[in-house]
């Protein structure tokens, strides 16, 4: 039983459709995901997202698996639709493991004028009982003649009717710069059959129109009349990056903003950010106290390869680890192939996993491998097989350690990866 779950696992891993990249492009591929075990004070791999492309490279499917006994299973799965390459659909599922099947979760679903701009997003849940999906929310917005949208209307699912039900509503003004300056919220009174005042939104901005500080505020239904209730004041560096965030909330009876919470941003040489710091105001202590950070390794291409995660230790004063991603992804294509010869999914088999003594990599008759590399997690090419030109190949486990390294299998044009256990 297990060995057949091991032979499912490893070609879910090989379910990316084959696809050929132009120059200069690249697409995730998949991500590891790691916990800090603080007993053993080690990374350990717990979950892991595969993603599918189309064609076009748009991004069909991401798989969400974990580890339990060294062996891969199903958690979680989005499916994404498209259309004029724009995103119509979203629908999200979930692993049974009682019936070894995926399981509707949620889904939603767009609509878009000429534009591109989205006019209509409704919301659904999966209604196990009658086996379909059950609308639960629909937003309709409207656009001026600059694009911007101007107008939102949002409905509930009413059961009783068995129709859309009015519920909030909100306008939108801009600036001559098209930034927004006021955001009008409202309710729909059923009592009345009228909209009601919510609340009040405006923004500022600076001479580079950089938004510096937008302020909140709501309807008191005492005294019937608008109150703060949020301040958030922005940060930027002279490259027009935002390095700083702070909010404020309304103290009712000293009538002050309080600090609430506040985030700061780093970044390279190149504007991209690598690392931010989340802190929350310590009213006793009259000062920033650390929360989280987040810290970025980016290649030379601007794609974000690794995350680290920490928290703030109280006791010891220092930053804690917490988990860690690793981003993959695939290579650059340049000379195109004729794809119309090619299949669309190629069934790449690796037996058997977990590797003792040495391991086997098949492909369909059709497709011949001409090389494959074996690389750690930390990125580092250990071995190298190539001019193989062959529909099989059979590795040795050498001097490999036990432990999990990704494949990377060539054949032709394409790249394939997989993970593989090290016994």
């Known amino acids: 039983m297990r060995k057949g779950l091991y032979v499912l696992l490893i070609l879910a891993n090989f379910s990316l459709p084959l696809f050929c990249q132009q120059e200069n492009q690249e697409v995730l591929d998949k991500t590891n995901i790691y916990k800090w075990d603080s007993q053993t004070s080690e990374w350990v791999w717990t ?29 979680w799965q989005f499916i994404y639709s498209y259309e004029d390459g724009n995103r119509t659909e979203v629908v999200y599922r979930y692993w049974d493991l009682q019936n070894s099947d995926w399981v509707n979760n949620s889904r939603y679903t767009y609509a878009y004028d000429e534009y591109g701009n989205r006019t209509e997003f409704i919301s659904y849940y999966w209604d196990a009982q009658n086996n379909d999906w059950q609308a639960v929310s629909f937003e309709t ?12 209307l949002l409905y509930f699912w009413d059961n009783q009717i068995n129709d859309w039900s009015k519920n909030r509503h909100y306008n939108t003004q801009y600036d001559n710069n098209g930034n927004p300056t006021d955001e009008f919220f409202y309710h729909w ?41 949020l301040l958030v004041t922005e940060a930027y560096n002279s490259y027009g990056n935002r390095t700083e965030g702070i909010y404020y909330h309304m103290d009712t009876q000293t009538s002050e903003w309080k600090g609430q919470w506040r985030y700061n941003y780093s970044y390279d040489a190149n504007g991209i950010r690598t690392a931010e710091v989340n802190s929350h105001w310590d009213a006793n202590a009259g000062d920033w106290v650390f929360d989280s950070r987040n810290l970025l390794d980016i290649d030379i291409n601007g794609n974000p390869t690794q995350e680290l995660h920490y928290q703030w230790d109280t006791g010891t004063d220092e930053w804690k680890y917490l988990g860690k991603e690793k981003h993959y992804y695939t290579f650059v294509v340049t000379d195109l192939p004729d794809t119309s010869l090619i299949p669309e999914i190629v069934d790449v088999q690796v037996y058997p996993n977990p590797v003792t003594d040495y391991m086997t990599i098949e492909t369909p008759d059709s ?28 590795l040795q486990k050498g001097n490999l350690q036990t432990g999990i390294y990704i494949l990377r299998i060539h054949t032709g044009n ?9 016994r």
């Open 47 to 75: 979950q892991r997202i595969l993603y599918t492309y189309d064609e076009s490279l748009n991004l069909v499917k991401g798989n969400y698996l974990y580890l339990s006994d060294a062996i891969w299973i199903n958690q």
């Open 141 to 152: 917005s409207t656009y001026n003649s600059n694009q911007k949208r101007t107008q939102g």
């Open 367 to 394: 497709i011949n491998i001409t090389k494959v590399e074996i690389i750690d997690l930390y990125g580092r090419i250990l071995s190298t097989t190539d001019n193989i030109n062959s529909t099989s190949v059979t």
């Open 189 to 229: 009174d059923l009592g009345i059959n009228d909209w009601e005042n919510d609340g009040h939104l405006y923004f500022e901005y600076d001479i580079n129109g950089n938004r510096t500080k937008f302020e909140s505020r709501y309807l008191d239904p005492v005294t019937v009349s608008l109150q703060p209730n």
């Open 414 to 422: 394409y790249i394939h990866t997989a993970d593989v256990m090290v």
